[in-house]
């Protein structure tokens, strides 16, 4: 992420031009002839709220057509509404606490982003509009990253092959074929130490990967976290995202959810450095919220500071979907706390090796 403008309210951040900059030199491992790589062209292209391609339909329909007074005087089903439950009534008051903050601060940030030309006016016409058509057929294209994350899913199934960590710096480049990859199960489960003054291009699995300068990674997941404990790193910064438990997917089976005693597990004490910042990331559930403030930031001896809200606009500044929207909110949480080494954090009784997921 670049920071494009800063305040007292909060910053304007800019994924695209992070990527961007990231990647202005790179370099392949098994040549000195140096190239430039910017982001996919339309994934960034989000000019208009969210808006199902039904919903886009009808809006393009009204304003082509003028109101008439049969249309005007059309009587419409009323839906039943059912009474919310008590999650929904807490989601609701939080929303309420926090929303004229949120739409005080949006507004100020974009107004500065404005001034510097990170925004630019909405179109007055909806018919001009392709509803982010260019964004969302971008993200639907298939590229290597599909065949990594199907490797990177069976690797993981491989509990208990582990291997030595792999090292790839300045000084081996040559001397490491990656394309190897493809056939060896270790790529999976093993700490990658990229210490590269630029960005490199490697090939694995049959496609080709940027990997940014002086990175460090582990392909894995909560259950295969030896690697990561061995090499005795401490790190100043933990970013948590994880899979929260939710109905919707459970149904669907979208992707595997990490059950509340899976979090507590997660060794934070054995990672963290002294004064390290936790970052989680949350849903708008504050059953959710709650058991990361009064659960697990006590658990993993991590003081409460703050909360954080990331909110979502599009190229012109508007917010990605209306602010009251009862079913999608534009905004994200992520609350932040400082862990704090006390002597009873030391790890005289290590913790079984599935136990994390989803550090940065």
Same mark, same amino acid.
């Given at each position: ?243 929260? !438990?939710?109905?919707? @997917? #459970?149904?669907? %089976?979208?992707?595997? =959810?990490?059950? *509340?005693? +899976? ?43 703050? !909360?954080?809200?990331? @909110? #979502?606009?599009? %190229?012109?500044?508007? =917010?990605?979907? *209306?602010? +009251? ?36």
């Amino acid at each position: 992420m670049s920071v494009i403008v800063a305040s007292d309210k909060g910053w304007v951040v800019d994924h695209q031009q992070g990527i961007d900059v990231s990647y202005q030199v790179c370099q392949k491992l098994d040549s000195t002839e140096q190239t430039t790589y910017i982001s996919k062209q339309g994934l960034f292209a989000i000019h208009q709220p969210f808006r199902m391609d039904s919903q886009f339909d009808k809006l393009v329909s009204k304003s082509a057509k003028s109101e008439d007074a049969s249309g005007s005087d059309r009587k419409r089903r009323k839906r039943k509404r059912t009474e919310p439950n008590s999650g929904e009534q807490q989601a609701y008051l939080n929303h309420q606490r926090i929303r004229p903050m949120l739409q005080k601060a949006t507004e100020q940030l974009i107004a500065l982003g404005r001034q510097k030309g990170c925004f630019t006016e909405p179109p007055d016409d909806i018919k001009s509009a392709d509803n982010n058509l260019s964004a969302r057929t971008a993200s639907r294209t298939v590229g290597p990253g599909s065949c990594l994350r199907e490797g990177c899913r069976r690797g993981v199934m491989k509990a208990g092959q582990h291997t030595d960590n792999l090292s790839v710096n300045d000084s081996s480049l040559d001397k490491i074929d990656l394309k190897a990859c493809c056939v060896l199960p270790d790529i999976f489960n093993t700490l990658i130490d990229h210490s590269s003054e630029t960005a490199s291009v490697v090939s694995c699995l049959g496609g080709e990967y940027l990997l940014p300068p002086h990175c460090c990674f582990l392909m894995s997941d909560y259950t295969c976290l030896d690697a990561l404990l061995q090499c005795e790193r401490k790190f100043d910064v933990i970013v948590i995202d994880p899979p929260w !438990e939710n109905k919707s @997917v #459970k149904r669907l %089976k979208s992707y595997d =959810m990490l059950t *509340d005693w +899976d979090l507590y597990k997660l060794p934070i004490k054995l990672l963290a450095a002294p004064g390290c910042l936790v970052v989680v990331w949350v849903t708008n559930r504050q059953k959710q919220q709650g058991l990361v403030r009064d659960g697990l930031f006590p658990h993993w001896s991590v003081c409460y500071l703050a !909360e954080w809200h990331w @909110v #979502k606009v599009t %190229k012109h500044g508007e =917010m990605i979907c *209306d602010l +009251d929207s009862s079913h999608k909110k534009p905004y994200e949480t992520l609350l932040l706390g400082q862990f704090k080494a006390t002597s009873d954090d030391l790890p005289l009784n290590c913790p079984s090796s599935s136990v994390s997921y989803g550090f940065l």
